[in-house]
């Protein structure tokens, strides 16, 4: 009977497609646009650069909440933060709500897990115990520590160079006889608060740019920072601009070391590709490339992220599939992609069904062409994290049009923006007449979706 079936259909006898890796890195508080493959022309990124040249650059992407924590437990859950739930640094995912995040999807899977770098969930209690999780752990809570370079480390090994030696660690020690899932979470370029050199780099980065001038942001003047709402003036966003942009040459100092940081992330993603290749893993294994959320450098009078404005909801995305047809690698799509896509997008292209309980959509079909008719046009974005420091807001944004709701000022204070005529967000049509069918109806969408995400 077997040879009859082989002999109608020797396809029968052929193994299984292996399945693919999976290979996810983050970067914190990376800038949109802090990469030659997105536009800079300064910076020096060849690897990350090689990953856009080999796959799918996605020139759309945002983040629901931009602010570590909240966009981490997003990128591990799929979901908005309405439903995660998770709004501090203290609250950790539940054993139960883990049960179907793409790392416990992966390991029932029979992938090889592993998680390297800021895990950003949860207490440093939460994350310890968290790492039972996984099989591969050296996840850190936090920051991944208080300083890039340890100052009693005679060796002055940065803490990104660190983390690149724990992902070879993991390349090389992972079973040979099943597919792994490795997500690698950089603490670059994340600032070391009230540090002195608050974005020290690799030693070996030390003069990079140097006798280069950064220009900053088209937003970073006087004129943008006096149209914000006076609240949003006097919160942690001006701040933290009075510790690293209210002199030129600070500013210039700040641009450089942040520069040299994510040519230091570079630097690891170059290893990783390197042992892949050498492994002959690189065919078989997808990378995706992403940051936890935006970042402004002097935007508006401000620094770091939070609020719903491009600067700090847009993040880059690369994702890297060597199954793509060659006709599909080295292009950028303009859909809308979101980070609770990541999930679900990893799972799919792994061949793993995708849990009811994630909200986001597998933007496998972008990366094959295939635009779905129902594909989004909008979203909402949430942040209520630190509301003493950080004026909690919400928003619509469309296509065209953004939305913003600030939620705690009495009387309300709103914003409503242009994208298309405007998309540096300069002028406020709030009380334009003109507007206010859009208004009315971007607010109703407001009403609908913070009910609709729960």
């Not at 609240?231 to 210039?252: L, Y």
């Not at 974005?381 to 919400?394: A, C, F, G, V």
Request: aromatic share 10%; net charge neutral.
């Amino acid at each position: 009977m077997l040879l009859s079936l082989a002999l109608i259909c020797p396809l029968l006898l052929q193994a299984a497609p292996a399945k693919p890796n999976v290979v996810f890195l983050l970067v914190d508080d990376l800038r949109y646009n802090a990469l030659g493959c997105m536009g800079d022309k300064i910076v020096q990124t060849p690897n990350i650069d090689r990953l856009a040249k080999e796959g799918v650059l996605f020139k759309n992407m945002f983040v629901t909440t931009s602010i570590c924590a909240v966009s981490r437990a997003t990128c591990l859950t799929g979901q908005w933060m309405r439903r995660h739930g998770i709004e501090d640094f203290a609250a950790g995912i539940s054993d139960a709500a883990w049960k179907d995040t793409y790392p416990a999807q992966f390991r029932a899977a029979g992938f090889h897990t592993g998680f390297i770098g800021k895990y950003g969930v949860g207490s440093p209690q939460v994350t310890t115990e968290r790492g039972a999780s996984f099989d591969f752990w050296r996840g850190e809570p936090g920051q991944a520590g208080k300083f890039f370079i340890e100052p009693n480390d005679p060796t002055r090994t940065h803490k990104t160079a660190k983390m690149g030696n724990d992902a070879l660690s993991f390349l090389t020690s992972a079973p040979k006889d099943k597919p792994f899932s490795l997500s690698i979470s950089f603490n670059a370029v994340h600032a070391r608060d009230h540090e002195k050199r608050e974005y020290e780099p690799d030693p070996r980065d030390e003069g990079l740019y140097d006798g280069i001038e950064i220009p900053l942001p088209k937003l970073a003047t006087d004129a943008a920072f006096k149209r914000l709402p006076e609240f949003v003036q006097k919160s942690e966003g001006r701040r933290r601009w009075e510790w690293r942009f209210d002199e030129a040459q600070k500013a210039q100092d700040i641009l450089h070391d942040y520069y040299r940081l994510i040519t230091g992330v570079d630097r690891e993603i170059g290893r990783i590709l390197a042992t892949l290749e050498q492994q002959g893993q690189l065919t078989n294994t997808i990378i995706i490339f992403t940051a936890d959320n935006g970042y402004a450098l002097a935007d508006r009078g401000m620094a770091d992220k939070w609020y719903a404005y491009e600067e700090d909801m847009r993040v880059p995305l690369i994702i890297r599939d060597p199954r793509l047809p060659k006709e599909r690698r080295g292009i950028s799509v303009t859909e809308m992609a979101l980070n609770v896509d990541l999930a679900p997008t990893m799972l799919d292209l792994a061949g793993i069904s995708v849990p009811a309980a994630m909200q986001g959509r597998s933007l496998k079909p972008l990366l094959e062409g295939n635009v779905p008719k129902d594909w989004r046009t909008e979203f909402f974005y949430e942040h209520h994290t630190k509301k003493d420091r950080i004026p909690p807001s919400e928003a619509v944004r469309t296509l065209r049009w953004k939305y913003i709701r600030w939620i705690e000022p009495n009387p309300l204070v709103e914003e409503l923006y242009d994208l298309e005529a405007d998309p540096l967000e300069e002028k406020n049509l709030i009380t334009d007449a003109k507007h206010a069918a859009i208004l009315k109806e971007l607010r109703e969408k407001w009403a609908k979706y913070r009910e609709s995400l729960k």
